[in-house]
Antibody
Framework: EVQLVESGGGLVQPGGSLRLSCAAS????????MAWVRQAPRRGLEWVAS????????NYGDSVKHRFTISRDSAQNSLYLQMDSLRVEDTAVYYC??????????????WGQGTMVAVSS | EIVVTQSPATLSLSPGERATLSCRAS??????LAWYQQKPGQAPRLLIY???NRATGIPARFSGSGSGTDFTLTISSLEPEDFAIYYC?????????FGQGTKLEIK
């Protein structure tokens, strides 16, 4: 079964840091672009970042650029999101997502259950 | 960035009826538009990618059409489980953007 399981969310103060992890299973992780997408409470979806299947290209949303870092470890079949300088507006459920077609940047066909990040003093 | 606008914001229909949801991009995304369904407390589910390709396991009552800036998601005959929020998403250029969502509610 293809599965993504996020972990690492929690409550953090403004200016703090958090590292999210996503464990992938059931597919050849190294063949797919991966992404993080977030959803603030009672809001819509917001793309956060994407990383190429081989890790050589990374792209970020404007609201997180220079604060968040996406990375992956194919040996561990894991995706990560290092979040620094966190702001109240970063409060959201963070989803890990897999792209539908190998080596393509495309749409997201598999999503994790999400991990909640709350930024508050 | 490409702005993606969905309409209507809310659509009230009855089971068995046909639903037509629209998505408009501020500039051409050629065919690179996807549709997702999200139910309360759940992760989004991919329905359609690249404008008209149904994702694995998606029933045939869901179909997508359009190209350039105007796209449509059609549900031919609504089932009770189809009432949810629907999002479109462009992936032709960074930053990727999502529409604000259309809530499909039971009339």
């Amino acid at each position: 079964e293809v599965q993504l399981v996020e972990s690492g969310g929690g409550l953090v103060q403004p200016g703090g840091s958090l590292r999210l992890s996503c464990a992938a299973s059931g597919f050849t992780f190294s063949r797919y672009w991966m992404a993080w997408v977030r959803q603030a409470p009672r809001r819509g979806l917001e793309w956060v970042a994407s990383i190429k299947h081989d890790g050589t290209e990374k792209n970020y949303g404007d609201s997180v650029k220079h604060r968040f870092t996406i990375s992956r470890d194919s040996a561990q079949n894991s995706l990560y999101l290092q979040m620094d300088s966190l702001r109240v507006e970063d409060t959201a459920v963070y989803y890990c997502a897999k792209v539908v077609v190998p080596a393509d940047t495309g749409a997201f066909d598999i999503w994790g259950q999400g991990t909640m990040v709350a930024v508050s003093s | 960035e490409i702005v993606v606008t969905q309409s209507p914001a809310t659509l009230s229909l009855s089971p068995g009826e046909r639903a037509t949801l629209s998505c408009r991009a501020s500039q051409s995304v050629t065919k690179y538009l996807a549709w997702y369904q999200q139910k309360p407390g759940q992760a989004p589910r991919l329905l359609i990618y690249d404008a008209s390709n149904r994702a694995t396991g998606i029933p045939a009552r869901f179909s997508g059409s359009g190209s350039g800036t105007d796209f449509t998601l059609t549900i031919s005959s609504l089932e009770p489980e189809d009432f949810a929020i629907y999002y479109c998403h462009q992936r032709i250029e960074w930053p990727y953007t999502f529409g604000q969502g259309t809530k499909l509610e039971i009339k």
